[in-house]
């Protein structure tokens, strides 16, 4: 039931996208967090506070995943 809408892109973002993003939060595993358009994303390698240009590379029903560039 739930397989098939899992790649709708539903979310404001898409995989691609570039941004400039500053990381608000940690998440459970470490990685940073940051919203764009109050969209969840979630950037490894990163934490509090850095200012960052980031590349959306998966994008989920409610949140993203990205990686610095």
């Known amino acids: 039931m739930y397989g098939s809408d ?5 979310a404001p ?16 595993e470490g990685d940073g967090i ?3 358009d109050g969209f969840v994303v979630f950037i ?9 240009k980031v590349k959306i590379t998966s994008v989920r029903r409610r949140f993203a995943f990205a990686e610095k560039v």
Do not use: F
Request: no cysteine; hydrophobic share 25%; aromatic share 4%.
């Open 44 to 52: 490894p390698d990163t934490k509090v506070g850095d200012e960052v």
């Open 6 to 10: 899992d790649n709708k892109q539903t």
């Open 13 to 28: 973002i898409a995989e691609g996208e570039e941004y400039e993003v500053k990381i608000e939060d940690l998440g459970k």
């Open 34 to 36: 940051t919203h764009v």
